[in-house]
């Protein structure tokens, strides 16, 4: 769903198919940037959307789209979902793993929904981001991924 939403964004928002430009945000977790023995598929399909989603972002940018791709990485929220930890029908297999789940979650802290949102329009209202990774925790509140340049440019410019 990543992926279709993004490339249907990117088809109605691109400037040189009648579109205005843009951004698009995709979510992703702290869990795509490092791995997490006890939810290794979602732990997968994190690390697919960031690689997609700064992939995309450069083909957006060679192509001169006008939109920009970034992902943001949120820790641990304050949320239900915290809550089935503790229910082994929640957690299957990876049940005996909470200890650990709840260690993750006193070192990052858990965090309010509202610095997700100042995230969010951090990256809409900045217009130099683009294909960037930003985490939030309640630890180490908002920053960024730190990558090493792309070797590659466009052969457009």
Do not use: W
Not at 51 to 76: H, K, Q, W
């Amino acid at each position: 769903s990543v992926i279709r939403g993004t490339y249907l964004g990117l088809e109605y928002m691109r400037k040189g198919n009648g579109g205005d430009g843009g951004v698009i945000i995709n979510i992703s977790s702290l869990a795509g940037l490092m791995p997490a023995a006890f939810q290794p598929v979602y732990c997968a399909t994190k690390h697919g959307v960031i690689g997609f989603t700064r992939s995309i972002a450069v083909t957006a940018d060679m192509e001169n789209y006008g939109v920009r791709l970034n992902t943001i990485c949120p820790g641990f929220v304050n949320t239900p979902i915290l809550q089935s930890i503790d229910k082994e029908e929640n957690m299957g297999q990876y049940y005996t793993y909470k200890d650990e789940i709840k260690n993750m979650m006193q070192f990052y802290g858990v965090m309010d929904p509202s610095i997700i949102a100042e995230g969010l329009i951090t990256i809409i209202e900045d217009d130099t981001l683009n294909g960037e990774v930003m985490k939030i925790t309640a630890s180490q509140g908002i920053h960024f991924q730190q990558y090493s340049q792309t070797p590659f440019t466009s052969s457009k410019r």
